[in-house]
């Protein structure tokens, strides 16, 4: 009995330790951090640290896991500057502060590009002052930026509300950290230029101009064998870059190559609608977020009120060739999805819905890409109102 006893507590000891607990951190409008925790085998999704940080308007995330730091964009435009928060995570996943440097106003995305990790300096989008800003990092409440870059429009573009001015949306990197990318939804263009890696210094490529109208808001780039944006890495060939546009909700396709002269180069591919049959999007619908898993790519509708007045997730499947084919819409569970992430087993996909201010977690299948029921969903911060710049802003997973 007691050999028996002996064996079993023995052999607990040595199974491994397996954990179903795996981490989000979402930001709101109102002015949080936050850390939830989500149970792969039971699906409970709940708060487990909220933090105020991150200025008045903390809009975007950026998790770096190598250093265990969260970058958080404030978009504060009713003040003439906001600010880049860098926050540190201990082993439990709950962060303290570490800086917040002063920006230009309206942050609304950020990354980390340059240095011989790809991750020695941030990049941030200004959209309300039409801005491109870059710090060394670490951050410090003293930084300053390296570059402000400052963008002008000669006149107003075809949405004359929209593209009133320069709207940069996003930042992103290529897959081989060379070269940084800004989709400028009131330009119609993507910003392009080249990284130094050694200084984090930008350097101006021809942008790629896209229809007039169309409103670039996020990008995602994919090629045939998957992989992380690495720094050095050798250009992927059948690189192809997906914009999501909001002001004319299509996604669009480019072909990427890298010519010898040392840019990019592009050539256009596709033009969808985010809905069934190629058709219009309702009256109303402004594309959000794009993000791409293996073959699938996925982007979100904000207010197009598809499910019973939730909005939705469009669902791609994409060739070998890296064209897209539209296969569904699946309920977003709540109202404007402004974020989506897809964790790293690609077994879940939390989505921040921005009005409803809730993070909905919803099963994905690894194999088909298909996107399954709600399994979770938990508010998170003050509802907020259509169309204001209030509610929830960011979700990522972290590990
Ligand atoms: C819409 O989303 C809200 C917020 O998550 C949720 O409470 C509600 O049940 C959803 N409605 C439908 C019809 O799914």
Redesign the pocket.
């Known amino acids: 009995m007691a050999v028996v006893r002996y064996l079993c507590l023995l052999t607990l000891a040595l199974a491994p330790s397996f954990s179903y607990a795996a981490n989000l951190y979402a930001s709101t409008y109102d002015g949080t951090v936050n850390l939830l925790t989500f149970d792969e085998k039971s699906h409970a999704l709940s708060l487990t640290q909220s933090l105020k940080a991150c200025g008045s308007m903390p809009s975007w995330l950026t998790w770096d896991s190598a250093n265990r730091k969260l970058y958080c964009t404030d978009e504060d435009f009713y003040s003439s500057t906001a600010s880049i928060s860098s926050l540190s995570a201990a082993s439990d996943m709950r962060l303290s502060v570490d800086a917040k440097a002063t920006t230009p106003s309206g942050g609304v995305a950020n990354t980390l590009y340059g240095g011989s990790d790809g991750k020695s300096y941030i990049a941030i989008a200004h959209y309300q002052s039409s801005k491109v800003s870059t710090f060394a990092l670490p951050l410090k409440s003293s930084s300053k930026p390296l570059q402000e870059l400052t963008f002008a429009m000669s006149a107003p573009g075809p949405n004359s509300a929209r593209q009133d001015a320069s709207h940069p949306h996003e930042v992103l990197t290529d897959p081989t950290g060379s070269f940084l990318l800004a989709p400028d939804l009131g330009a119609d263009l993507i910003r392009i230029w080249s990284i130094s890696r050694n200084t984090g210094a930008l350097t101006s490529c021809p942008s790629l101009k896209v229809t007039p109208g169309t409103g670039p808001r996020h990008a995602a780039f994919w090629s045939p064998t998957p992989r992380r944006a690495k720094n050095g890495a050798a250009a992927p060939t059948n690189l192809k870059l997906f914009v999501a546009n909001e002001l004319s909700n299509i996604i669009s396709s480019f072909s990427v190559t890298y010519p010898s002269s040392g840019c990019l180069s592009f050539k256009k591919m596709q033009e969808l609608s985010p809905f069934p049959s190629n058709a219009p999007a309702p009256s109303g619908t402004k594309v959000g977020e794009i993000h791409v898993k293996g073959n699938y790519l996925y982007t979100t509708n904000r207010a197009d009120g598809t499910?019973?007045?939730?909005d939705s997730v469009a669902t791609w499947k994409l060739s070998s060739k890296g064209v897209m084919r539209f296969a569904g819409l699946t309920?977003?569970?709540?109202?404007y999805p402004r974020t989506f992430a897809i964790n790293a087993a690609g077994t879940f996909v939390a989505v921040g819905?921005q009005t409803?201010a809730?993070v909905?977690i919803f099963a994905r299948d690894p194999g088909t890409g298909e996107l399954g029921e709600?399994v979770a969903?938990l508010?998170v911060g003050d509802i907020g109102h259509a169309e204001s710049e209030d509610g929830l802003s960011s979700v990522i997973w972290a590990k």
């Open positions: 499910f019973s007045g939730n309920e977003a569970g709540g109202t819905d409803t809730n909905a709600k969903s508010r």
